[in-house]
């Protein structure tokens, strides 16, 4: 059985000393979740039956994708699984990330950086992707350009987070005008002056709801009694009004960005 639980920074050394010498079996068994930050890897977690190796990435994605609450937003939002979830499963965060990487220069995923955490990058299948801007575009003046602007990165030559004016002007040759329908339409959000990061249309409220999940699920567990709740105990928690995502959606989210730690 896993625990949740918070600790001190010197107990949390101490045990984590302790659990060092134990069998990974075992510490899958006895480890208790910390909401500190550490930068030692989690243990797996989640998808029992997913590895470790090139094809599992992807079946990992996948499942995680299947906790995302597509009709929260009315199905309009692709599903976006962020990259540190896959720690939460896969301990070699090394391979997590090449494997992650491989996929976006094969043109099958994207990464967007979400804005509220310099370290939070949201992973977003590319054909969901475009099927889910195009149909937001259906009807639209500025259809044509976003279709313009989806041909030219969604290709292998393109894994870039964001695109400087120069490059939109010169390289994609796009005017200021349609730069100007790009972020209107959702594509394109401002970076800062002369740049704009990749963006998903209208996933201001998954921010909005993913944040204020994360905080009620944190505050469950040090709530618990000595700060400690067993894991499948929180996923079968009444959630409150603040917690709109599918549970284990969050405990990935809190265990891979290392927020807890069993």
């Given at each position: 059985?896993?625990?949740?639980?918070?600790?001190?920074?010197k107990?949390k050394?101490?045990?984590?000393?302790?659990?060092s010498?134990m069998n990974r079996?075992?510490?899958?068994?006895?480890?208790?979740?910390?909401?500190?930050?550490?930068?030692?890897g989690?243990?797996?977690?989640?998808?029992?039956s997913?590895?470790d190796?090139?094809t599992?990435?992807?079946s990992?994605?996948?499942?995680?994708?299947?906790?995302?609450?597509?009709k929260l937003?009315?199905d309009t939002?692709?599903q976006?699984?962020l990259?540190?979830q896959?720690?939460?499963?896969?301990?070699?965060?090394?391979?997590?990330d090449?494997?992650?990487?491989?996929l976006?220069?094969?043109?099958?995923?994207l990464?967007?950086?979400?804005g509220?955490d310099?370290?939070?990058?949201g992973?977003v299948?590319?054909?969901?992707y475009?099927?889910?801007?195009?149909?937001?575009?259906?009807g639209?003046?500025t259809?044509?350009?976003?279709?313009?602007?989806?041909?030219?990165v969604?290709?292998p030559?393109?894994?870039?987070?964001?695109?400087?004016?120069?490059?939109?002007?010169?390289?994609?040759?796009?005017?200021?005008?349609e730069?100007?329908?790009?972020v209107?339409?959702?594509?394109?959000?401002v970076?800062?002056?002369?740049?704009?990061?990749?963006?998903?249309?209208?996933?201001?409220?998954?921010?909005?709801?993913f944040?204020?999940?994360?905080k009620?699920?944190?505050?469950?567990v040090?709530?618990?009694?000595?700060?400690?709740?067993?894991?499948?105990?929180?996923?079968?928690?009444?959630?409150?009004?603040?917690?709109k995502?599918?549970?284990k959606?969050?405990?990935?989210?809190?265990?891979?960005?290392e927020?807890?730690?069993?």
């Amino acid at each position: 059985m896993m625990f949740c639980s918070i600790f001190s920074d010197k107990h949390k050394k101490d045990r984590w000393q302790r659990l060092s010498g134990m069998n990974r079996k075992r510490a899958l068994i006895s480890e208790t979740f910390k909401v500190k930050k550490r930068r030692n890897g989690t243990e797996k977690f989640g998808a029992d039956s997913v590895g470790d190796g090139p094809t599992d990435i992807r079946s990992t994605l996948e499942y995680l994708m299947t906790l995302f609450p597509r009709k929260l937003f009315n199905d309009t939002l692709p599903q976006i699984v962020l990259k540190h979830q896959l720690y939460s499963i896969h301990n070699d965060k090394t391979l997590v990330d090449k494997e992650v990487n491989k996929l976006r220069e094969q043109a099958e995923l994207l990464m967007f950086q979400l804005g509220f955490d310099a370290e939070a990058f949201g992973l977003v299948f590319a054909s969901d992707y475009r099927a889910k801007v195009l149909a937001g575009e259906e009807g639209k003046v500025t259809r044509a350009t976003v279709e313009k602007f989806l041909e030219k990165v969604l290709t292998p030559s393109c894994t870039d987070l964001s695109f400087s004016k120069d490059r939109m002007l010169r390289e994609f040759l796009f005017t200021d005008s349609e730069i100007t329908q790009l972020v209107k339409s959702g594509v394109l959000t401002v970076r800062d002056a002369g740049s704009w990061w990749l963006s998903i249309p209208n996933s201001g409220k998954f921010t909005k709801y993913f944040i204020q999940g994360r905080k009620a699920v944190l505050g469950m567990v040090k709530k618990s009694k000595y700060s400690e709740v067993l894991k499948a105990e929180l996923e079968e928690r009444r959630t409150t009004t603040q917690v709109k995502f599918h549970m284990k959606y969050h405990i990935h989210d809190i265990v891979g960005a290392e927020l807890v730690e069993r």
